[in-house]
């Protein structure tokens, strides 16, 4: 692929013959922005397809330059922009033959954002179009991500893996977990119970130690007649225990997110969500869906 960047760039540089086949140029700017996405180099990507799309605007890709654009600002985390110019594409009218995929590009702009709830309304408006398929697997992967499993069992397509994700997503519901108000509770009666209850004994015994030996020293200074000691000691203890039934809830909640995200990656075996398309797919929007 090294090989290739380089002998595209090579040619640029050296630029078109005097008279040369406008055609020929165009070809030879698209190959060498398509190199510079191809390699990663994103930003780069983007100064090139402008270029194209501003050099031939009636040339045949130049929507389709628009679409790269857009893509390669979305896989170089420049989700803002990608999304804005997903849509600016999208909602034309009348609807060119990059509309569906500047749609579902949009709706994966906004999923990898994590903005699952816009990547879902998108996603849903590619209904009645040739990117439906790709559209409901993003809008029922955006309801897992929000735990919204029921809907998510609603939303995938019907295809041999929709379907065993349709069978699956109502487990999200029964994954269960330590509790996080049970090990606060715990950690309050007795300092560690909590962590251990959570699934982690080393914790629970690092903060049974700690609050015990402020405890006691506590105790036995006061008995000792050293008040100023005993009142330091008594203060740590206080911020050890509090501390010791924040993190017993917070090693409850981690655990909890721990089966949530390893049930997510059984999910993924089966299909993750789909990537920006590669092809443009015509207007990919229903009469039904416009009304999102």
Do not use: K
Request: hydrophobic content about 45%; aromatic content about 8%; charged content about 25%.
């Amino acid at each position: 692929m090294g090989s290739r960047l380089a002998t595209v760039l090579v040619a640029a540089l050296l630029g078109p013959a005097p008279g040369g086949d406008p055609a020929g140029d165009a070809d030879l700017l698209w190959g060498f922005a398509s190199s510079l996405e191809d390699e990663g180099e994103y930003y780069r990507a983007v100064t090139e397809f402008w270029r194209f799309r501003h050099s031939f605007p009636a040339e045949a890709r130049a929507d389709e330059a628009r679409y790269r654009v857009a893509r390669c600002h979305a896989r170089g985390d420049r989700l803002a922009e990608a999304r804005a110019l997903f849509l600016a594409l999208a909602d034309e009218e009348p609807p060119g033959p990059w509309a569906g995929a500047a749609r579902l590009g949009a709706a994966r702009a906004a999923y990898q954002g994590e903005d699952y709830e816009t990547a879902a309304t998108q996603a849903q408006r590619l209904r009645g179009g040739p990117l439906e398929s790709d559209g409901a697997l993003l809008a029922g992967w955006a309801r897992l991500r929000q735990g919204r499993w029921r809907e998510a069992e609603t939303a995938f397509p019907i295809t041999a893996e929709g379907l065993e994700l349709t069978r699956r997503a109502p487990e999200g519901e029964t994954l269960g977990g330590p509790s996080p108000w049970v090990a606060a509770g715990l950690s309050a009666l007795v300092p560690g119970l909590g962590q251990t209850y959570a699934g982690r004994p080393g914790d629970g015994l690092v903060a049974f130690a700690l609050n015990a030996a402020f405890a006691v020293g506590a105790v036995q200074a006061f008995a000792a007649d050293q008040d100023a000691l005993g009142a330091v000691l008594g203060t740590l203890e206080v911020g050890w225990y509090a501390g010791n039934v924040i993190t017993a809830a917070g090693a409850a909640r981690r655990g909890v997110e721990r089966r949530r995200r390893g049930f997510l990656r059984e999910l993924e075996a089966i299909q993750g969500p789909p990537d920006y398309a590669e092809s443009g797919e015509g207007p990919g929007l229903s009469l039904a869906a416009m009304s999102f």
